[in-house]
């Protein structure tokens, strides 16, 4: 107790309160800095051996919820366990036979056709021709007339993991392949069958006129796509996981290519200040 100019002053108690909690996405806010990621550093006699398990907290309510809200990673789970069931009871395809292609037959019938039919399969080996010149022509407008690279580096990244991964595991050319020479590469050339960057540059190019709002092109070149898919299967051109990793080899390239010219961007903006002018800008 204080005495100041004939007033008394007495020391004020802080009245004890109780803090709220504040979770966000299962994380004590209060308490963040003594979690990581379910690990307790604050105490290591809680949980196994430290650990505050997730699961020990999960509820029916939970379960309900990821049933209905995440059914895809529900799907995909079953998935797996199904195709556990396939593999381990399989019986493995000799060494001696040719391999097993689900898409070869689902495409007899076109195989068939194009094979009583020569003529009918060289016509669309040029169209096919014709279709690889539009991917190759507009991913180079991209860049040389729009100014923009991430496509062009998006193919250079393919093509270049292309080889390499067809270099290094050469597979057999299907024994019922019709050739042409009307098809691309022209001439009845050797080639790589893995994986189709026929498909990965299609894809290249789609994705490329999404980012750029050219929605009906988009599309166009997406149904072109399709179609070669089944044309290139149905003339043994490519084996059908070909088809399925050059889908996802356009993706993963156009991602990276997207994070690399992210990357330079900012070496631009550097070279912008000094006046100097970089060959690739964003």
Not at 45 to 56: C, H, K, R, T
């Amino acid at each position: 107790m204080k005495t100041i100019a004939g007033a008394t002053i007495s020391p004020t108690l802080p009245t004890p309160y109780k803090r709220k909690q504040i979770s966000v996405n299962g994380v004590d806010m209060v308490n963040k800095g003594k979690q990581t990621d379910g690990i307790a550093t604050g105490g290591a006699a809680n949980g196994f051996f430290g650990v505050d398990p997730s699961f020990l907290k999960w509820t029916s309510r939970d379960v309900v919820h990821v049933a209905t809200h995440h059914w895809i990673p529900c799907l995909f789970g079953f998935g797996l366990l199904f195709f556990m069931a396939v593999e381990y009871t399989l019986s493995m395809v000799p060494s001696s036979s040719q391999p097993f292609d689900l898409g070869f037959v689902a495409t007899r019938r076109l195989h068939r056709l194009l094979s009583s039919w020569p003529e009918l399969n060289t016509s669309l080996a040029g169209l096919n021709t014709v279709f690889v010149g539009m991917q190759t022509v507009y991913i180079l407008w991209t860049w040389l007339v729009e100014g923009r690279p991430r496509a062009t580096i998006s193919a250079l990244f393919m093509f270049t993991c292309r080889g390499i991964l067809g270099y290094s595991t050469q597979l057999p050319l299907p024994e019922e392949f019709l050739g042409s020479g009307a098809d691309f590469p022209v001439g009845n050339v050797s080639f790589f069958l893995f994986f189709s960057g026929h498909v990965a540059g299609s894809v290249i190019a789609s994705l490329d006129m999404r980012r750029m709002q050219r929605w009906e092109l988009a599309r166009t070149f997406d149904l072109l796509n399709v179609l070669q898919a089944i044309r290139l299967i149905g003339t043994r051109g490519h084996y059908t996981i070909d088809i399925a990793v050059g889908v996802g080899a356009g993706v993963l390239f156009d991602s990276l290519a997207g994070k690399y010219v992210q990357r330079k961007s900012i070496a631009n903006s550097v070279a912008a200040m000094d006046g100097s002018k970089l060959f690739f800008s964003s």
